[in-house]
Antibody, heavy 121, light 107 residues
Framework: EVQLVESGGGLVQPGGSLRLSCADS????????MDWVRQAPGKGLEWVGR??????????EYAASVKGRFTISRDDSKNSLFLQMNSLKTEDTAVYYC????????????WGQGTLVTVSS | DIQMTQSPSSLSASVGDRVTITCRAS??????LAWFQQKPGKAPKSLIY???SLQSGVPSKFSGSGSGTDFTLTISSLQPEDFATYYC?????????FGGGTKVEIK
């Protein structure tokens, strides 16, 4: 069974930085594209960004709301996904989910349980 | 960006009811549409992909249809475990975008 487990959430001040991690088990992590999706309290789902696999040069895509502030990376040797968040704003407060998909024009299949990031002074 | 509009935003239904949720894309997305179910405090769960294909393990009471700009999710006979919020998502273009959600509540 696929299992994605996020970690690294917490309380951070506006302007600060935080790094989220997502560890996988149960499937061939290196083959998959990996996404981050977030959900502000009481709100809907918002796609944050994606990193492709090695065959597609680990290229990335980002939502406009985070582009230039957030960076997605991965370490296939450790079956791990990362989200480096800089210049955090109060509106970045959300539960952050990692998710896996099969590639371009393929849907999200598996979700992690989420980790809460709170940006507040 | 492709805008995804779901309707209704919420609905009340009884156990055993047939429920239909619609999702409209602001431009054609072929069949690159997924549906997700989310219960309070839980991660989303993938239900349907490519507009009408069921994810592994999803019961057949869920079905999806549509292509281009108009899509539907139908639950054939609502059960207590189906009360949740449902989201559509397009994955044809970046940025990937979600609908605003439809909350299905008990009447």
């Amino acid at each position: 069974e696929v299992q994605l487990v996020e970690s690294g959430g917490g309380l951070v001040q506006p302007g600060g930085s935080l790094r989220l991690s997502c560890a996988d088990s149960g499937f061939t992590f290196s083959d998959h594209y990996m996404d981050w999706v977030r959900q502000a309290p009481g709100k809907g789902l918002e796609w944050v960004g994606r990193i492709r696999n090695k065959a597609n040069s680990y290229t990335t895509e980002y939502a406009a709301s985070v582009k230039g502030r957030f960076t997605i990376s991965r370490d296939d040797s450790k079956n791990s996904l990362f989200l480096q968040m800089n210049s955090l704003k109060t509106e970045d407060t959300a539960v952050y989910y990692c998710a896996s998909s099969g590639g371009s024009y393929r849907p999200i299949q598996h979700w992690g349980q989420g980790t809460l990031v709170t940006v507040s002074s | 960006d492709i805008q995804m509009t779901q309707s209704p935003s919420s609905l009340s239904a009884s156990v055993g009811d047939r429920v239909t949720i619609t999702c409209r894309a602001s431009q054609g997305i072929s069949n690159y549409l997924a549906w997700f179910q989310q219960k309070p405090g839980k991660a989303p769960k993938s239900l349907i992909y490519d507009a009408s294909s069921l994810q592994s393990g999803v019961p057949s009471k869920f079905s999806g249809s549509g292509s281009g700009t108009d899509f539907t999710l139908t639950i054939s006979s609502l059960q207590p475990e189906d009360f949740a919020t449902y989201y559509c998502q397009q994955y044809k273009n970046y940025p990937v975008t979600f609908g605003g959600g439809t909350k299905v509540e008990i009447k």
